[in-house]
């Protein structure tokens, strides 16, 4: 009997790679004239809620800077406010200040006038008359002109005549225009309303100071005759 023949193993085959199949290109969308083209415009692409979310979160804010305004000086010009509210220390230093006089006045008036034209004024009577209010040749800065609270000038010799200049004040009106200039001025119809007024007041002050001397020299005569009984 013939013997069985060994079987020897068989050698493993390499395994074969598969290939991998090359997708072929798609060919490109032939772009449509814009003017031709009747088709509807594809869709927007929907971005994701996430992607969202990151943008948001990337967004920087810019640094803004504010300022604050202090006011500093809270106090409204001495004629601006009502005449029972100011002390007769703020009107004393007020005239020193206008006037560059070391003495207190003698006499003032601060009044608002009403109607056709309407200004504010704060008027001084010197306790000494100036040694400058005689000379011809030298300017007189007298009355201190401003408009809604703005200094104008104080060498316009056409608010009071030559023999008042003595009498030293200030006149705010808000008639007047702020670009106001001297030509203007000397023109302005509401100047010469507001210089009538202003030399009534100042030829009242003076008879009220003319009336209270009177009074003073009849009590002190009344005193006088008392004294020799």
Request: proline share 7%; hydrophobic share 30%.
């Amino acid at each position: 009997e013939e013997e069985p023949k060994e079987q020897q193993p068989k050698e493993p085959k390499p395994a074969k790679k598969k290939k991998k199949k090359k997708k072929k290109a798609k060919p490109a969308a032939k772009k449509s004239n814009p003017l031709f083209c009747c088709c509807k415009p594809p869709p927007p692409e929907e971005e994701d809620e996430d992607e969202e979310d990151d943008e948001e979160e990337e967004e920087e804010f810019e640094d803004v800077v504010t300022y604050e305004w202090e006011l500093l000086n809270e106090n409204k010009p001495i004629w601006q406010r009502k005449p029972e509210d100011v002390t007769e220390e703020e009107y004393n230093s007020f005239y020193k200040a206008i006037s560059k006089d070391y003495r207190d006045p003698m006499y003032k008036t601060h009044f608002s006038a009403e109607g056709e034209v309407e200004f504010k004024s704060l008027l001084f009577i010197p306790s000494k008359s100036p040694s400058e209010q005689w000379d011809m040749n030298k300017e007189v800065k007298n009355i201190r002109l401003y408009v809604r609270r703005v200094f104008i000038t104080d060498d316009f010799q056409d608010l009071l005549p030559r023999y008042l200049s003595f009498i030293k004040g200030v006149v705010d009106s808000d008639d007047l225009p702020l670009n106001v200039s001297r030509e203007l001025l000397q023109e302005s119809r509401i100047l010469k309303i507001i210089k009538k007024k202003l030399i009534r007041k100042a030829l009242a002050m003076m008879k009220d100071l003319a009336d209270a001397d009177e009074e003073k020299e009849a009590e002190d005569e009344d005193a006088d005759e008392k004294t020799e009984e």
